[in-house]
């Protein structure tokens, strides 16, 4: 008896062992707890079925591959059970880049193997791939595998960035951005030529270049050498949205890297906050209730060269009946902007009214800008019983 | 020893008992909730569907949380090559997340990584602030800016995340803010299932130093998330989770350097999620990524259970998935407000054609070329843009010509892949009727030159006229044609096209040669 109990012992403490080591090893918490059936009196073990093991790894990593290449593994499948496993090429998770999924032998009897064979093309515009295919099987615990390929796509040259922005700029300010160009070639980055294309700021875009410092080199570790970009926006443009790319032709690639630049032209006096058409200096403030009113806070962005010399104040609102706007303090978030809360207010007990088009509630704004003296926002609400 | 013998047998019997839980349940008919959650169609025709989700036999968690994000614009399949083909959308994920609250009754907490949109402009402040609208009515309780959403003019973000009271509580970051850092929170605290689930986010250090704007308020992340570790730690919260938009070895590193939290949510940076949970060395906390293009959905359920706590299931959301009603109006405002915007008003301008020709329209080509247009109006290239009037497919009720990114491929005279048109190209029904449908000369390039030349407009030389022929042909040797083609029928929009011998076997259905 004392033998017997110290064999089961020694077997729970095998298949704990078992279960922490598969769960380390293999980090993963959803699978339900592949525990067989065993005897525990000595006569012949219950049937466990089929069970579906792969031996070299449900995740094969490929390291670095160029893009638009392609490869091939062979997942060796195994059928660690007791009867027959049937298998099954399942869902693929492209029908692109995973080009052929195909099992050398459809049915494994106990103790058989065969292969698995995923064919993969690298067609993808991000930095990391990964793809899979599913097993399928008639395994009770393992019913799908999922057989996935991965690695890291390797281009000879890339930017870190496909695009800069510059958003809300003075139309008085200079802006700068800047953004690394990688080499992943042994020999030195070196830029052979660029060309900004831009219809309405070509002419106030400037580009320069520069080595990376080791630091920034450091930030690709797969990098062997690399150029920061910088992008100046000179000062002049008109108000609204522009967009351009640069070209860069370097000595590693007969493709050229795009930059995009995108961005826009504000005004040094912005509107900003929550239920804002700032094109239309609207704000809407939806259905008052009668009985409780509605408060809202939204924002005056003072920004450019005369942000700290401009003073704001309120001039009149209309009606002067339940409605109100009251300013507040300044508040610095960044060094570049002021921000002028300003709560609009409909009180509680306010009249029903529909303020819509052509009946606009209204807030005059007068500032010192040398160039933005008045600015009128619109509030459209409607007040209900 | 009796003693270890005893928990021996407890062991066994508790495994061989978890392990009939898991075994396989008769597949279910008609609308069970069970039913209409298996699948029935696959990834594409070709493919063969995946077994049943093995949430499908989980029992019912404390509370089930879902997990998306990364949608980057695709707010629904594009459908081009049949919905069914397709996957991804809001239409499905508010299905999906609809039936395991409503029909198996879990309690539910959707929560998004970010990323809704990816590009700049004012369609794209429009999406992002449909896709805001739908994550509300959906039941999402927090999101955070993604690397993408924050291309965005900080003005229109602010005005998009704003909900019915004016506040962008369910925004929520540890080191980024737009304006003002108390106009949305660092973390939330979600009580739902009696479960408190504290979540906050971060976004990661190479997306954070590449912020611009002067109203972005950013700090790196790890500086930011040690702080709010420290209020979510005094919260005594029975989950809590980091959304991270990152990559999955920063979110690592980020869990591994702050290790409070249970789940930590990656945006990634592959096209697929997870399969598994991943557990980060050293901690308790689980790592997922969610894949690119919301294409799936993740979800996590919290059990009360010390020995099965988290279970988690990558759903796709495929055909299966019917669209939800509400999501569909939605899709349809988003149209109605692209429409009401106009190109001109999306900031939709056109530019000059690289050869500094003209589009005449493929009539004009027909004249001389009467076999070449009898052969393109048998082929659905000639009905391009009637599909986008009325879709062919069960969304055919919501119009979609007035977005650029569909017309881009549905019209003729636009840039397929930068969605503008060129000067001359396609504006509207009304302004350009001849050039509607996917035209000869998307392929062949603008033709005003060479017509004139061949109704002899400035006496031209024979050789001129030689030229101009020869510059509009586009040859099938080198591959140059098919790699015209593929600027529509491209990896998202046609996945077909991209299999060995696809241009072969589509170019026979448009076949036809120059002049008769």
């Known amino acids: 008896m004392k033998a017997t109990l110290l064999s089961l012992a020694a077997l729970a403490a095998g298949i704990i062992a078992a279960i922490l080591w598969t769960n380390q090893e293999f980090s993963r918490e959803v699978m339900p707890v592949d525990v067989r059936p065993v005897s525990r009196d000595g006569k012949p073990a219950p049937k466990i079925g089929p069970k579906v093991t792969i031996v070299n790894g449900e995740r094969y990593d490929f390291g670095t591959m160029d893009r638009n290449g392609h490869g091939k593994h062979q997942f060796i499948v195994l059928n660690d059970g007791d ?100 080499g992943f070639r042994d020999e030195k980055l070196k830029i052979e030529s660029h060309e900004v ?153 306010a009249t029903p009214v529909t303020r819509g088009e052509g009946n606009y509630a209204k807030i005059h704004v007068k500032t010192t800008h040398p160039e933005i003296k008045e600015l009128t926002i619109s509030v459209r609400y409607v007040v209900k019983e | 020893m009796a003693r270890y013998a005893v928990l021996f047998l407890l062991l066994l019997s508790a495994c061989q008992r978890q392990r009939g839980e898991t075994l396989p349940k008769p597949k279910a008919t008609g609308a069970s909730p069970e039913a209409s959650l298996l699948p029935a169609k696959g990834d594409a025709a070709d493919l063969v569907p995946p077994k ?3 949430f499908a036999e989980w029992p019912k968690p404390a509370v089930a949380l879902v997990l998306t994000g990364q949608q980057l614009g695709y707010i629904e399949p594009c459908g081009c090559t049949g919905l069914e083909n397709q996957k991804g959308g809001l239409a499905r994920r508010h299905t999906l997340i609809r039936q395991l609250a409503d029909e198996r009754g879990w309690p539910v907490v959707p929560l998004d990584v970010g990323s809704q949109v990816k590009r700049f402009g004012k369609q794209q402040e429009i999406k992002f602030a449909h896709t805001v609208q739908g994550l509300r009515t959906i039941g999402y309780r927090a999101t955070t800016l993604g690397e993408g959403d924050l ?8 005005a998009a995340m704003a909900g019915a009271d004016g506040t962008a ?59 709010v570790a420290e209020e979510l730690t005094s919260q005594k919260c029975d989950v809590l989770v980091l959304l991270a938009h990152a990559s999955l070895d920063e979110a690592r590193k ?42 799936y959905v993740g979800v996590v359920g919290v059990f009360d259970d010390p020995q099965n706590r988290i279970r988690y299931e990558s759903v796709p959301l495929d055909a299966r998935f019917a669209d939800s009603p509400e999501m569909l109006k939605l899709l349809a405002d988003y149209q109605e407000h692209l429409k009401d915007y106009g190109l001109d008003g999306l900031g939709v301008k056109p530019q000059p054609h690289p050869s500094g020709r ?33 879709p062919p497919n069960s969304r055919g009720s919501i119009p979609r010509h007035y977005d650029p990114e569909c017309l881009s491929c549905h019209v003729t005279g636009w840039e397929p892949q930068q969605f503008y048109p060129y000067e001359s190209g396609y504006l509207s029904l009304e302004k350009t009727p001849r050039l509607k449908h996917n035209g000869c000369e998307n392929c062949h390039g603008p033709g005003s030159a060479h017509v004139a030349a061949e109704n002899g407009e400035g006496k031209p030389s024979p050789d001129t006229i030689a030229r101009l022929r020869s510059a509009m042909k586009l040859p099938l040797a080198g591959g140059e044609a098919e790699r015209k083609c593929i600027e529509c029928h491209d990896v998202d929009n046609s996945p077909d096209f991209h299999k060995t011998g696809a241009f072969e076997k589509y170019w026979k259905e448009i076949e036809h040669l120059g002049k008769d």
């Open chain 1, 83 to 182: 009867a027959p496993l049937n298998l099954e090429a399942g869902q693929r998770s492209c029908g692109v880049c995973i080009k052929e999924f195909t099992i050398a032998q459809p049915v494994l009897q106990p103790g058989e193997r065969t292969e698995a064979t995923i064919e993969f093309e690298i067609k993808s515009g991000e930095t990391e791939f990964e793809q899979s295919g599913t097993l399928n099987t008639n395994d009770p615990i393992k019913k799908s595998v999922r057989l996935a390929i991965h690695g890291h796509i390797l281009d000879t040259v890339r930017a870190e960035r496909p695009d800069i922005h510059f958003h809300d700029l003075s139309p008085s300010e200079t802006a700068t951005a800047s953004v690394n160009i990688y």
């Open chain 2, 254 to 295: 980020v869990a591994e350097q702050v290790p409070i939290f249970d789940l930590v949510v990656a945006s990634g940076e592959t096209s697929l999620p997870s399969n598994e949970l991943e557990t980060v060395a050293g901690t308790k906390t689980r790592l997922l990524q969610v894949g690119l293009k919301a294409m």
């Open chain 2, 358 to 390: 003209r589009f005449v329209g493929s009539e004009a080509c027909g004249e001389c070329h009467t076999k070449a247009f009898e052969k393109w109006k048998s082929t659905t290239h000639a009905t391009a843009t009637d599909s986008l009037v009325t």
């Open chain 1, 197 to 349: 294309s831009s219809a309405r700021a070509g002419d106030h875009l400037s580009v320069s270049f520069a080595p990376l410092t080791s630091d920034e080199l450091a930030k690709e570790p797969r990098a062997k050498d690399g150029v920061k970009m910088t992008v100046e926006l000179k000062p002049g443009l008109p108000q609204g949205d522009f967009d351009g790319a640069i070209s860069v032709t370097t000595n590693q690639s007969s493709d050229p890297i795009s930059v995009r630049v995108i961005g826009n032209i504000a005004t040094d006096i912005l509107l900003m906050g929550p239920n804002v058409m700032r094109e239309r200096s609207l704000v809407g403030l939806g259905a008052v209730s009668q009985k409780d009113g509605k408060k809202l806070t939204i924002f005056l962005i003072a920004k450019g060269p005369h942000r700290e010399d401009t003073k704001v104040e309120i001039e009149s609102v209309e009606p002067t009946v339940d409605f109100s706007a009251k300013l507040g303090e300044p508040i610095r978030d960044t060094a570049k902007t002021i921000r002028y809360p300003i709560v609009i207010e409909v009180p509680p007990g």
């Open chain 2, 151 to 158: 291309r965005l003019t900080p003005g229109e973000l602010l």
């Open chain 2, 52 to 54: 049943e989700s093995k």
């Open chain 2, 169 to 227: 509580s369910d925004f929520v970051s540890a080191n980024v803010a737009v304006l003002g850092r108390e106009l949305q929170p660092r973390s939330v605290l979600i009580e739902k299932g009696g479960k408190r689930i504290g979540v906050t986010a971060v976004l990661g250090a190479k997306f954070e130093e590449g912020l611009r704007g002067d109203e972005l308020i950013h700090q790196p992340p790890l500086d930011a998330l040690k702080k």
